[in-house]
């Protein structure tokens, strides 16, 4: 498998994004941004790996 990463940056290649398919993605920059507009607008973000929320599911 060949090294997706660019400047320490996981890419993804021919991504879907609404109508659009875009040749290269970044989930990490669209996260960033996307957690400082919630942030500013007085929201809290939290993260949690998939295996976290699938394992501990069923004590909520």
Same mark, same amino acid.
């Given at each position: 498998? &060949?090294?997706? %990463?660019?400047?320490? +940056?996981?890419?993804?290649? /021919?991504?879907?994004?609404?109508?659009?398919?875009?040749?290269?993605?970044? &989930?990490?920059? %669209?996260?960033?941004? +996307?957690?400082?507009?919630? /942030?500013?607008?007085?929201?809290?973000?939290?993260?949690?790996?998939?295996?976290?929320?699938?394992?501990?599911?069923? +004590?909520?």
């Amino acid at each position: 498998m &060949p090294n997706r %990463k660019f400047e320490g +940056r996981k890419f993804r290649r /021919q991504h879907s994004i609404k109508n659009y398919i875009v040749d290269f993605y970044c &989930p990490e920059e %669209k996260d960033s941004k +996307r957690d400082l507009e919630l /942030q500013q607008l007085g929201f809290t973000v939290l993260r949690f790996e998939n295996k976290m929320v699938f394992d501990f599911l069923h +004590r909520f």
